[in-house]
């Protein structure tokens, strides 16, 4: 299994702002994965992070809104920018096992727009 | 579009009960199918399965594959309160496709 820290825990932001997320992994992986989860649904992709090329992001999701940096195998941040109360939702990043057969999370972002 | 669909959306059962919880899915390159537990922000990792009719098991839950009806179901055994969250289930070809998933409330 891969541990992940995951930070900040949680945010309070004022709208118009930008926030960055980030993630940190005990050892090398070649994809890590952004999902966000809005209040009382289920989990959906953002983008996958490269090491290397830029990220792919999902049908709806843009890189301006998410720019994301993938500068080496163990981290990657994610950046919610210009932040409207819609964007209040839990951010996570995920890895999968080599064999790309297993995900695991990191803790979760909980950010709340105001 | 892959898809992946739960059953129930939600459930309130009593100590001690015994919860079903289903999962069907349809993706294009399936590679294994997942379920998770969340209770805060995290989902945390319960099981993986990629062949069908195998099993799995930790303590009271337990969860099987059906790949010929493209299903999963996840059982818990005499629920405690403790297993109040939200169970998700995830099918991964390239990336994980999630369920809306199911909201499991164990009432002391």
């Not at chain 2, 009960?17 to 997942?34: G, I, K, P």
């Amino acid at each position: 299994s891969a541990v992940i820290s995951q930070k900040p825990s949680r945010d309070i932001c004022q709208r118009g702002t930008s926030l960055t997320i980030q993630c940190q992994v005990d050892s090398q992986v070649t994809m890590m994965f952004w999902y966000r989860q809005q209040p009382g649904q289920s989990l959906t992709l953002i983008a996958t992070a490269n090491q290397g090329s830029e990220a792919t992001y999902e049908s709806g999701f843009v890189i301006d809104k998410f720019p994301i940096s993938r500068p080496n195998l163990t981290f990657s941040t994610l950046t919610v920018s210009n932040m409207s109360p819609e964007d209040s939702s839990i951010y996570l990043c995920s890895v999968r096992t080599p064999t790309n057969i297993e995900a695991f999370f990191g803790q979760g972002t909980r950010l709340t727009v105001v | 579009e892959d898809k992946v669909v739960q059953s129930p959306l939600s459930l309130v059962v009593h100590e001690g009960d015994t919860v079903t919880l289903n999962c069907s899915y349809e993706v294009t390159n399936f590679r294994s199918l997942l379920w998770y537990k969340q209770e805060k922000k995290a989902p945390t990792f319960l099981f993986m399965l990629t062949s069908s009719g195998i099993e799995k098991k930790s303590g009271r839950l337990s969860s099987i594959l059906d790949k010929k009806e493209l299903s999963s179901i996840l059982n818990i055994t005499a629920t405690q309160t403790g297993d109040s969250a939200i169970y998700l289930c995830a099918a991964n070809d390239y990336k994980l496709s999630f369920g809306a998933g199911t909201t499991v409330t164990v009432r002391a």
